[in-house]
Nanobody, 121 residues
Framework: QVQLVESGGGLVQPGGSLRLSCVAS????????MGWYRQAPGKQRELVAT???????NYADSVKGRFAISRDNAKNTVYLQMNRLKPEDTAVYYC???????????????WGQGTQVTVSS
């Protein structure tokens, strides 16, 4: 089994910052891409940012210049530093990891349970 556990969400005022963390644990041989997605009430889940095992990143246009994704491969951990937060960033944020459980197995997507981020004054 593979588990992804997020932390770091909460309530913050507009213009503030938060840092999300996500740790992957369990039966893991390697992890390819890791990423963050979010889902606001009444909306579909959307990509926020992704990062490959080599460190290449991709961001949604709405967060470019404000959010930064990073990862620690030795700790199977991905981070999302969120700066200059806006009310429209309010959502449940989900961690995603493309995991290879054994040397010759296929990769599968795993998801965390989500962490709430609320931006409000």
């Amino acid at each position: 089994q593979v588990q992804l556990v997020e932390s770091g969400g909460g309530l913050v005022q507009p213009g503030g910052s938060l840092r999300l963390s996500c740790v992957a644990s369990g039966s893991i041989f390697s992890i390819n891409a890791m990423g963050w997605y979010r889902q606001a009430p009444g909306k579909q889940r959307e990509l926020v940012a992704t990062i490959t095992s080599g460190g290449s990143t991709n961001y949604a246009d709405s967060v470019k210049g404000r959010f930064a994704i990073s990862r620690d491969n030795a700790k199977n951990t991905v981070y999302l530093q969120m700066n200059r937060l806006k009310p429209e960033d309010t959502a449940v944020y989900y961690c995603n990891a493309e995991v290879r459980r054994y040397r010759y197995s296929s990769t599968y997507d795993y998801w965390g349970q989500g962490t709430q981020v609320t931006v409000s004054s």
